[in-house]
């Protein structure tokens, strides 16, 4: 296997090279979410929850139409996940100021007590791998990602990853 503390695997190109490398996200995607799913589970929430909860913590006032672009998921599914998050108290709905139609999210305090012991988790993980790889691989790693994202949404997101 190539040295993955080294980040330079020779001839990383080779399908036995790509493979590793989808196999390594797949596991770290798993163990990211690890932890999370089991705090989820104890709210019978699930993924979906977890994304819309982060997305709209990440960006208060996120309309439902903006929601929809970031997850790039169904209305149906959306409707779904943020009915529930909403019943339960966990997110809250306004009316637009500037146009009636809209519906921008904000969590309650009770979502946002549940944002931030999900995200305290997976922060905790994500700042110990890059303690681990250091600077110049966490750059390498953000482009790696920024790289896997569809051109057409690069810019969308990079404006909204780069948000203070």
């Given at each position: 296997?190539a040295?993955?503390?080294?980040?330079t695997?020779t001839?990383?190109?080779?399908?036995?090279?790509l493979?590793?490398?989808?196999?390594?996200l797949y596991f770290?995607?798993?163990?990211?979410n690890?932890v999370?799913?089991?705090?989820?589970?104890e709210?019978?929430f699930?993924?979906?929850?977890?994304?819309?909860?982060?997305?709209?913590?990440?960006s208060?006032?996120?309309?439902?139409?903006e929601?929809?672009?970031?997850?790039?998921i169904?209305k149906?599914s959306?409707?779904?996940?943020?009915?529930e998050?909403v019943?339960?108290?966990?997110?809250?709905q306004?009316t637009?100021?500037?146009?009636?139609?809209?519906?921008?999210?904000y969590?309650?305090?009770?979502?946002?007590?549940?944002?931030?012991?999900?995200s305290a988790?997976?922060?905790?993980?994500m700042?110990?791998?890059?303690r681990?790889?250091?600077a110049?691989a966490v750059?390498g790693f953000?482009?790696?990602?920024?790289?896997l994202?569809?051109?057409?949404?690069?810019?969308?997101?990079k404006?909204?990853i780069?948000?203070?």
């Amino acid at each position: 296997m190539a040295d993955i503390k080294s980040g330079t695997p020779t001839l990383y190109l080779r399908d036995e090279e790509l493979r590793k490398g989808i196999e390594l996200l797949y596991f770290a995607y798993r163990d990211h979410n690890g932890v999370p799913d089991e705090i989820l589970a104890e709210y019978g929430f699930g993924r979906a929850h977890h994304r819309v909860l982060h997305f709209v913590a990440r960006s208060p006032g996120l309309a439902v139409s903006e929601l929809l672009g970031v997850l790039r998921i169904t209305k149906q599914s959306l409707s779904r996940v943020l009915k529930e998050l909403v019943e339960k108290g966990y997110v809250r709905q306004e009316t637009g100021a500037r146009d009636r139609r809209q519906r921008p999210l904000y969590l309650t305090d009770k979502g946002s007590e549940l944002e931030r012991r999900l995200s305290a988790v997976q922060r905790e993980r994500m700042a110990r791998a890059y303690r681990e790889a250091g600077a110049e691989a966490v750059a390498g790693f953000w482009r790696v990602l920024f790289g896997l994202i569809d051109a057409d949404g690069r810019d969308a997101i990079k404006t909204f990853i780069e948000k203070p």
